[in-house]
C-alpha cells in the first residue's frame, strides 16, 4: 500500500539557518512525489513535484527538494530559511501507474525563528 | 488566472441543514478533486471527477453527502443534512494533467 511519512511534527529553525523538512514514501514503481504549502487559512499551495529526471528539483520561494531511491525519501530544504517560511508543510505522493489519487503526508510545520 | 475560486469561504449552520459548498476550478483543468482536512483525520480526498463525470467517491463519509459537476467551470459539494462532525475546512482542488493539483483557499464549515 501507498503511505507518506512525515516523521517531525514540528520544525524551529533560526532566520538564515538552512531548512530542512523530511519526507519517506513508499509506493510500487517510480512515484511521482510532491511538496505543498499551507500558510494560515489558506488552501495549500503548490512548491515542486518530481516526475522523472534530475534527482535534485527546485521549486518556488527558494526551496528544492532532492528525490532519493534508495532511501525511498524527498526531503525538502532550503539554503537560507526566512521568517515567512512559517508554515504547514505537506509531502504528497502519486503511483504514476495506479490511481490519480494523492496519498498526503500528516504535514509539518515549520517555524523559522527570528 | 484566478486560480480555483471557492464559495462561501465561511460558513456557519445548524445540525439538519442543509449545506452547499461550490468550486470553481481553473479554466482548462479536466480534473477536479474534493478533500476534507480536519485536525483529527489531516486532508482526505471525498471525490474525484475527471471530465465532469465522477470516477471515484469512495472517499464520500456517508449518503448525506453528494457531489456534481454539471459543467467544466462548476461543482458543488452538498451535505445534507449537516451534523456537527461534519465540522472541517473543505478544499477543491483541479489539475491540467492529474499530477499537479491546484488548491483553492477552503470552506470552513462549522455546524452547530
Known amino acids: 500500500a501507498q503511505s507518506v511519512a512525515q516523521p517531525e511534527d514540528q520544525v524551529n529553525v533560526a532566520e538564515g539557518n538552512p531548512l530542512t523538512v523530511k519526507c519517506t514514501y513508499s509506493?510500487?514503481?517510480?512515484?511521482?512525489l510532491f511538496w505543498y504549502v499551507q500558510y494560515p487559512n489558506r488552501g495549500l499551495q503548490f512548491l515542486l513535484k518530481?516526475?522523472?529526471?534530475?534527482?535534485l528539483v527546485k521549486g518556488s520561494y527558494g526551496f528544492e527538494a532532492e528525490f532519493n531511491k534508495s532511501q525511498t525519501s524527498f526531503h525538502l530544504k532550503k539554503p537560507s530559511a526566512l521568517v515567512s517560511d512559517s508554515a504547514l508543510y505537506f509531502c504528497a505522493v502519486r503511483d504514476p501507474l495506479g490511481t490519480y489519487k494523492y496519498i498526503f503526508g500528516t504535514g509539518t510545520r515549520l517555524k523559522v525563528l527570528a | 488566472d484566478a486560480g480555483v475560486i471557492q464559495s462561501p469561504r465561511h460558513e456557519v449552520t445548524e445540525m439538519g441543514q442543509e449545506v452547499t459548498l461550490r468550486c470553481k476550478p481553473i479554466s482548462g483543468h479536466n480534473s477536479l478533486f474534493w478533500y476534507r482536512q480536519t485536525m483529527m483525520r489531516g486532508l482526505e480526498l471525498l471525490i474525484y471527477?475527471?471530465?465532469?463525470?465522477?470516477?471515484?467517491d469512495s472517499g464520500m463519509p456517508e449518503d448525506r453527502f453528494s457531489a456534481k459537476m454539471p459543467n467544466a467551470s462548476f461543482s458543488t459539494l452538498k451535505i445534507q443534512p449537516s451534523e456537527p462532525r461534519d465540522s472541517a475546512v473543505y478544499f477543491c482542488a483541479s489539475s491540467p494533467d492529474r499530477a499537479t493539483q491546484y488548491f483553492g483557499p477552503g470552506t470552513r464549515l462549522t455546524v452547530l
Open positions: 471527477f475527471n471530465n465532469n463525470v465522477p470516477i471515484d
Open positions: 518530481y516526475i522523472t529526471g534530475d534527482n
Open positions: 509506493v510500487s514503481g517510480n512515484p511521482y
